[in-house]
């Protein structure tokens, strides 16, 4: 995939990590994207070193696996903020 559906992914993937753990976060849509980017990279590693799949392009498999790689990094964020 290209940087331009990367990004775009990770925004749809931040978005929905927001979406499913709402809370104060300051920020808007740099930092959605951010972390939704982010996410998807470390989402895309853990799964490949642990043989579920990687991040192949805009399929259901790949959407969760970012999806869950930028909840993962949203709680990371908080967790380093809040300390």
Do not use: C, E, H, Q
């Not at 696996?65 to 990371?76: D, E």
């Amino acid at each position: 995939m290209g940087i331009i559906s990367w990004i775009i992914f990770g925004l749809v993937a931040g978005i929905f990590a927001k979406f499913l753990m709402p809370g104060d976060d300051s920020g808007g849509f740099i930092k959605t994207t951010l972390l939704g980017v982010a996410g998807a990279l470390v989402g895309g590693f853990i799964a490949t070193r642990i043989g579920f799949g990687d991040v192949t392009g805009f399929n259901l498999r790949s959407f969760a696996i970012a999806i869950a790689g930028a909840l993962l990094v949203l709680w990371g964020y908080r967790k380093l903020k809040s300390s």
